[in-house]
Each structure stands twice: as C-alpha cells, then as structure tokens.
C-alpha cells in the first residue's frame, strides 16, 4: 500500500454491490449499494430480505444455528423471528444458492461468495477472491440473449466455482473457520495490505467485546425503526466495550454469590455439627484400632481354612500313597510267601531228583562192576562176541537140560556135541591159518583215516586178512569207500546214519584158541555126562538142577551184558543230573535264605507301613473335624468367605489349639465390628458421613467399606483444623469478592454516568431539523441503584460471614429485579440499562424538553447516536460507505427528507428501503435511484420455484447532478457518444 493510500481520508471501506443467485425467492438479483436507492417492488417479494443478508456477510458465522441471536431475522407480519432452518432455507435453498458481496477498501476490491455447505448441518461456507464481480458474472449469470434477461448457468457447482477463483486469482481464500473470519472481516492492519485485503469494518480492537458491539450496531444499521429497548442494548453493548480492561465488564452472577454464601454457611454449619461429635470418633478410633489388630485373624482364618484344604487334599494324597505302600508291602510279603512255597516245593522236587540219580547212579555203577567183571573174563573180545558166546552156551545148556529132561533130546544133543566139536576143530585149524596171516590185515595196510570209519561200521573190518599186501586198485577202492563216511564229533556220518568211533584192537589167537580148547573140553564133559546119566539116573535131578542153575547164571550175564553198554552212560548221565540237581539245591536254598531274609524286611516294612497309614488316618479324620468346624465357623460369619489369604497355612501349624485360638480372636473381633459398625451408621445419622449406596445398612457391610468409611472419617476429623482455616480464608475471599462486587456495582454505576455525559459533550452543537440541542438519558433500574446504595452500607472486611439481613435484602432484590424468569440470575449491563431517551430544545426555547419527537425526527436521532456509537467502535480514522435500511420510509416527513440524506452521505451512510409501487413519486425523486426488482422473470432458472431476475443497474433523476454520480458502473457504455 502506497504512502497516498495510506492517509487517513483514503482508508474507506465501503459495499458496492450485492447479488443473490438462486436465494431470498430469487432467480438472480444483483444491485449496487453504494448510493442511497428505493426497490421497488410488489408487496411480499423478498424485497427486504434482499437486503438484510448483508448481515451474513458482515458478521464472522457460519451456520445459522441460533440464528436469532445472530442475525435477528424478523417476520414483520407475524411479529416474530424466523426459525434456524426458515432462515437457512431462504438463503440456500439449493445448490445452486450463492450470495456475492463485491466491497473495496484501501486494498483493493474483492468479492465475498457465500455458499451452501453440506458438510454439516445449517451451515454455509464463505470464499474470498480479489478481484470486481464484473469478472465473477459469468460464473453465475449468462447474460446474452434475445430477451436481455438471460438465463442460468447449467454447470454451476462450488466445485467449478472454487476452481476459476482459484484460477483468477492465487490469493483467493476459503475460510470457515469464525476465528479466522473475524481477523479477516476486522482487521485494521492498514499498512499491511495482505492482512487488511478483505476486512470491511476495521476495528479498533478485535476483542470479543468490540465484536459483539458491532453485531449490535450491524443489526440497528440494518432496522432504523428499532425500539428504545434496542438502543438501549447498543449502549450497554458499547458501555462495556469503551472499558479499558475486559476484567472489567459488568456480569454480576447473583445466583453464583448468593449460592457461594449458601455453601460457606452449610460448611460452618457441617463444622460445628462435626466437632460436636468428636468424643463420639474417639471411641471409634479405639475400638478401630483393636479391629484392625484384630483383622488380621480374618486373613489367619482364611489361611488356616486354605491350610486345612491344603492338608486335607496332601493327607488324602499321603493316605493314598501310605495306603499303596502298605497294600504293595503285603503284596510284596505275599509275593515272598508264595516264591518260598514255591522253592520249598522245588527243594523237595530236587531232593527226589537227586535221590532217584542216586539209585540210578548204584544200579549203573553196580552194572557196570559187573558187565567189568564179566568182560574181563572173554579177553579183548568184543561185546558182540561175548554175547554171542553166550548165547551159545545158553543154548547148549538148554539143550543139555532138554537132554538130560528126556532120552531122546539126549540122543539129539549128542549129535549135536559131535558136530560142534568137528567144528571147534575146523575153528582152531582156522584161527591157526589167520594168526599166520594176521601181518597182512587191514589196519596193518590201510592208514588210520581210511580206517577209523571202517572200524565205526564194525571193528572186524579192519582186523580181517587178505592173507597177502593189498594191490593198488582194492587199496584205492577201499580208501574210496572210506571217504564217503564224513567225521562228526562223535564218529562218522554215512548218510543219514550214524556210527561210533571205536578204538583199534588188536586178536588176542591165544586166548581165543583157549577158548575153543575150553569150549571143546567141556563139550566133552557134557558129552561124558550125558553118556553116564544114561546109567545112573539116580544122578539126573541134581544135574538137571546143575544146568538149571547155569542156565539162570548165563541168563543172568546176559542181562548184565545188555545193561553193560549204557552203564556209564547212564552213570555219567545221573551223576550229571545229580550235581545238577546239587548245584540248583544249592541255589534254591540260597535263594530262599534271601527270600527269608526278604520277608522279614518285608514284614518290618509292612508293619512300619501300617503303622504309617493308621497315623494318617487318624490325621486325616482330625482334619476333617477341623473342616467342618471351619464351616461352621464361616456360616457364623458369611463375610469370611470372601477373604481371600496370602497363603495358606502351614500344613504342620493346622491343629485344633490353633483353630480354638483363631476362633476366640473372630469372636472379638465380630464385637468389635459390631460397635464401629454402630457408631459408623451412626455418623451416617447425623448426615456427617454419606452412605449413598447403602452399604453400611446391610446386614454384613464388607471390611472394605468398613476401612474406607473410617478413613474417611478419621482424614475429617484430623483435617478439622485445616477445614476451619480453609472456611475462614474462604470467607475473607468471599468478603473480599462482596467488596469487590459493591466496588463493580458502584464503579459500573459510576461509569455509565460518565458514558452519558461523554455522549451528551459529543452532542454538543448537533442539530437536526429544528432542534438545536439535543440530550441523552440512560436510564437504570431503580432496584439497581436501589442495590448499589444498600452494597455501600457494609462492612465487607473481616473473616465473618455477612449478616442474613444483608443476603434477605439481597433476595428481595433478586425476586424484584428478575422475578419468576428462570434461568441464571446474572446482573448484567443490558439488564441493568433499561432505555434510553431523548431531551431536545427548540431554538427560542429555554429549557429542555422530554416530549417525544416524530418518527422521522427519533430516526435521525438514533442515525446520530448509531453514528457516534460506530465510531467508538472502528478503528480511528476510517471511512465508511455502507447500506442503512430504514424500512418505514413513508413515516419520515418529506419535508426532512432532504437533510436525512445529506446527513447520510455525510456519515458514510447510503439509505436503502423497500417500498411498493404505491410510494409517492416525490420520494422517488428526492432518493434520486429506485430499483424495479418485479418485473423480469427468466424461463431458463436454477429453480422453477425462483424465476425473478434484476440486474443492469438502477433507474433515477439526476437533479442537476452528473449521470455518473449515480449510474451503475456497468451502464458507463450507455453514455458513450455514438459514432455516426
């Protein structure tokens, strides 16, 4: 900004056109307001609703919640305010409901663009943009056409709005925000052209003060015809923003003093009711403080409730392990019972094994002694050879026995003697051949590995004689042979049969002939006795019986023969199962000496283990005894329940002196309990203590609200003193705030004096139409002054509560000034001013008269108060050019007409009013412009509801004056020369 524009006579803010798009019923309207002008227009046309949205602009809202307190929209027909939502569905009906204020100011013009906010409910948003409307139309009206009315834009939407400002100008602005919006509209930074770019009323302070003071004064700019009660509401408006300091504002809460007043009296009272009863908490207090040694047996008894569950369930698991023990012991004793049986019965199972292996050992031993003894006597000869030896002669001596039983077996058997000695001799005559030959036998010729399993088969084998040296191919033959037997352990294996080694022998020829000779001499005798028994048969029973008794003898060596082969085998075979026998004796026996010593261990275990288990049984049952007393205890006192412990006792501390201990302790504890619980409900009575809930009433009140309740007590009674003291310091607060209110009643007395006679020196040399002085009276409530005579009558200095008689007063005071409203009763400037009147004098007249003046005389009044109360508002030094709307224009005298609106100009004021068709041309003409808002209707608008058009300018007479002191800007074309 410019050092020229920055002078005092160049700070104007002024309002130079208004449009509405889609709103107040119509289509598109748009009028300059920078001169005085007249609409004109049928009646109930939205005519003055056209005007009064300048409201909208000017006050820093964004809603119309409590619209009537910020706009006042009034329905002059109803005699009443138009509702939140009427109000918002006047102005922004649709979305396509704009309102455009273009205004200048020493920064420049700008246009405010209002708009339809859906984002919540009855609000609207507010765009700013620094450039002339004449650059917006075509966003909002396509004004070509046959007609020359023209017509809606279709595509209109904030969205596309928003964009073209942005694209006309980088410094356009949305805001909503009402604290931003008062530092936009208010700003008075003149030298800052950025901040001042879009204030319209500089204030001098933009405190909320000086804000509402405005709002006040907006809304009388906009209703001229207001009441004395509306001045008298600017006035205290203003009064209580002219203070220097905001502290200083008059707002005397009544209610708030008399109720503070209220509640110190009711402390001081609760405090004497409190220390009345003193004694009372010191009884309390002991018993409370033997209760709480006392409480710890409910926790002691919960441990000792939880110890006996504790030891309960561990003798319950100790019962069954010593039950375990004691039946595995005796299981285990049964078990060792039943293994010595058992080995018992082993034992004797082995005695008769071993005494069978005994017998069997004698008989084989005794076999074998006499299979020796019998053996011995044939030599080297072979068992085979032995047995069949005697079998011969057991058939010789039946054949003899036959003989000597009957003549004719005689006969037969000496035959037979004969022919058995012709071969006995052939015997010898052949055994004389071999023992000859006897150095060409086979186990002379054959080595030992070709021999040994012939000799397996049959030991003869080996000890026959080729009578001459084996040639090659019988010797290979031979070995070939010998091969196919394969050694085993125990001798050879000729397929599937085996044979016993036998060891190598040697022919004993001598002992063999004896034999023969042996056998032939006694077939001889046999013979001979034959031949003589013949003779002398007196000798044949005891031969008979002779050959009887050999023949047994030989029968007898037979079955000693037979049995001598598996002699020693059976003999080693007993012997074998006899140590065998010995050896698992030996075992057996030490296993049941361990078994015996097992079971006397076992029988000390199982007695210990009885005597264990019969100790926990007998436990056990003591405890269960407890239990039950434990519930017993519990049903006595159904709070112990719910006591919880920290843990439980001790399993080896539970037993019954302990519980007869805890119960003597509850039974002390309960009459403890009794006796606070008496004095407790007690205080409750006398309503020292609240017991809201009730708590102390029941039947069993928890130990928790029991300490609780002390507590609370007991901090009442040791603060005590400090709640004294902190009464008294609230006292002499409060009488410091009754001084201080007696101060604000009369400084705020004073200071409205002050303000009118300040008025009344501002008016001085003021005159309006005949009038040459004019005074202001502010009046006052006279039960306000009546109330600031009575405050100066107290002595508000001390520690002491007022007198009641001054509190009576002032109740009487409150019924009279307020009466049965509801509500807050707040002393405040606008109900402590009740009106404001006029004095004027007449030139020639000596005094000052009260007689009420003509309308047009009060209007021109108020316009001049209005006047002086703005500029204690703004900021010093600015230059309005703003609407004034006076909506009873016919009630002015024509003949003041004149001077009304050079006083107008004069002060910044362009009048604009609504009037019908019916109005008379003379005022037409003396306004001078005059705006036919009725007569154009679009057939292309936003809504069919809304078809009113205006827009071009205004119509008007000159009276002497350049066209373009008063055309619209936007009709300069119109007077251009034309070029012919």
């Known amino acids: 900004m410019s050092d020229s524009q920055a002078s005092a006579s160049t700070f104007t803010f002024g309002i130079r056109r208004l449009v509405l798009v889609d709103s107040a019923g119509f289509c598109y309207v748009e009028i300059p307001v920078d001169n005085h002008g007249l609409i004109l227009g049928p009646g109930n046309l939205g005519k003055s609703s056209l005007l009064n949205s300048l409201r909208l602009f000017l006050l820093p809202e964004n809603n119309f919640k409590n619209s009537r307190k910020k706009f006042a929209f009034r329905n002059a027909s109803a005699g009443s305010f138009y509702t939140n939502e009427e109000s918002y569905q006047h102005y922004f009906p649709s979305q396509f409901s704009f309102l455009i204020m273009e205004a200048e100011n020493p920064a ?8 339809r906010d859906n984002a919540s409910q009855l609000s609207y948003g507010r765009a700013f943009v620094p450039v002339s409307y004449d650059q917006l139309r075509p966003l909002f009206w396509n004004g070509d056409g046959e007609d020359g009315i023209g017509q809606a834009v279709p595509e209109l939407s904030f969205s596309r709005l928003s964009e073209a400002l942005k694209k006309l100008s980088k410094d356009t602005k949305l805001v909503n925000d009402p604290a931003k919006l008062k530092s936009m509209l208010y700003s008075s930074e003149l030298m800052n052209a950025d901040a001042v770019r879009y204030s319209v009323l500089p204030l001098g302070e933009s405190d909320e003060r000086r804000v509402q003071s405005l709002r006040t004064l907006i809304l009388l700019l906009f209703e001229m015809k207001a009441d004395d009660q509306a001045m008298a509401n600017a006035v205290a408006s203003i009064i209580e923003a002219d203070k220097k300091f905001a502290d200083d504002a008059f707002d005397f809460n009544i209610d708030d003093f008399l109720n503070r007043h209220d509640q110190l009296k009711q402390q001081q009272s609760q405090l004497n009711r409190i220390e009345k009863e003193r004694p009372r908490f010191e009884k309390l207090n002991r018993d409370y403080q033997a209760y709480q040694t006392l409480l710890r047996s409910q926790h002691d008894f919960a441990a000792f409730r939880d110890g006996v569950a504790s030891a309960l369930a561990d003798i319950g698991a100790k019962r069954r392990v010593a039950l375990d023990a004691f039946n595995e012991q005796n299981d285990t004793l049964r078990h060792v019972l039943q293994t010595l049986k058992k080995l018992e019965q082993e034992v004797s199972g082995l005695k008769g094994e071993i005494r069978s292996a005994d017998r069997r050992i004698k008989q084989a031993e005794q076999s074998q002694k006499d299979g020796e003894l019998l053996v011995a006597q044939y030599g080297e000869m072979t068992l085979q050879e032995i047995e069949d030896i005697q079998k011969e002669e057991l058939e010789g001596k039946r054949g003899h026995l036959a003989a000597l039983k009957s003549a004719a077996q005689a006969e037969i058997r000496l035959e037979q003697i004969q022919r058995k000695k012709l071969d006995l001799e052939r015997q010898l005559e052949s055994l004389r051949d071999r023992e000859s030959k006897q150095q060409w036998q086979l186990q002379n010729q054959l080595d030992e590995a070709t021999a040994a399993p012939l000799r397996a088969v049959d030991p003869r084998l080996m000890m026959a004689s080729p ?8 010797k290979s033959t031979i070995e070939a042979f010998a091969r196919l037997f394969i050694p085993n352990d125990q001798g050879f294996d000729w397929f599937d049969a085996e044979y016993q080694s036998q060891p190598a022998r040697h022919t004993n020829f001598a002992e063999q002939r004896h034999h023969i000779e042996s056998e032939r001499n ?4 046999e013979r001979s006795e034959l031949a003589d028994t013949a003779n002398q048969e007196h000798d044949r029973p ?29 003999l080693k075979d007993a012997t074998e199962e006899k140590l065998a026998a010995e050896e698992q004796l030996a075992k057996l026996d030490e296993q ?16 210990k283990a009885k005597a264990e288990k019969d100790r926990i049984e007998e436990r056990e049952r003591e405890l269960a005894g407890l239990s039950r007393s434990v519930g017993t205890v519990e049903h006595r006192f159904p709070h112990l329940k719910e006591v919880d412990a920290e843990q439980p006792l001790a399993i080896e501390k539970v037993s019954a002196a302990a519980f007869d201990d805890l119960q003597t302790q509850l039974d002390d504890l309960e009459e403890r309990r009794r006796n606070i619980l008496d004095h407790l409900r007690q205080f409750v009575y006398l309503g020292i203590h609240e017991d809201s809930d009730g708590e102390l009433q029941k039947d069993s009140p928890a130990s928790s609200i029991i300490r609780e309740t002390f507590k609370s007590l007991a901090d009442l009674f040791a603060g005590m003193a400090e709640r004294w003291q902190v009464l008294e310091e609230q006292i002499a607060i409060h009488n410091e705030t009754v001084a201080s209110y007696r101060q604000a009643l009369k400084s705020n007395h004073e200071h409205i004096a002050r303000f009118e006679a300040q008025l009344n020196r501002e008016l001085d040399g003021v005159r309006i139409n005949d009038l040459v002085e004019i005074r202001v009276d502010i009046h006052t409530d006279p039960k306000f002054r009546n109330l600031v005579e009575e405050a100066n009558n107290i002595d508000p200095y001390g520690n002491q509560l007022q007198s009641d008689a001054f509190y009576d007063r002032l109740r009487v005071f409150v019924a009279d000034f307020f009466g049965e409203q509801g509500g807050s009763k707040r ?28 309308t047009s005389t009060t209007a021109l009044i108020n316009l001049e108060l209005v006047y002086r109360l703005l500029k204690r508002v703004l900021y010093p030094g600015v230059q309005l050019s703003f609407p004034m709307v006076l909506d009873e224009l016919a009630s002015v005298d024509i003949s003041q007409m004149p001077s009304l609106l050079e006083r107008l100009r004069r002060q910044g004021f362009n009048l604009f009013s609504a009037a019908t068709h019916s109005a008379s041309a003379e005022v037409i003409y003396l306004i001078g412009r005059h705006l036919e808002v009725g007569q154009m209707r679009t057939a292309r608008p936003y809504s069919p509801q809304r078809t009113l058009v205006f827009w071009g300018g205004a119509e008007g007479f000159t009276g002497g004056e350049p066209l373009s002191h008063w055309a619209d800007q936007t009709q300069n074309s119109l007077l251009e020369p034309v070029d012919e």
């Open 542 to 570: 005891r031969l008979i019986e002779r050959t009887e008794k050999e023949i047994r003898a030989i029968e007898k060596d037979l079955e000693t023969l037979q049995r001598y082969p598996a002699a020693a085998t059976t």
């Open 108 to 115: 420049g013009t700008h246009c405010q663009i209002l708009y």
């Open 592 to 607: 049941a000496r361990l078994e015996l010593e097992k079971q006397d261990a076992v029988q000390q275990k199982a007695a």
């Open 522 to 525: 006694s077939l001889e005798r």
């Open 467 to 474: 009578g001459q040296d084996l040639d090659a191919d019988s």
């Open 827 to 854: 002393l405040t400037m606008d109900k402590v001013i009740t009106g404001i009147s006029y004095r004027t004098r007449k030139e020639n007249a000596a005094n000052l008269d009260k007689k009420g003046q003509s």
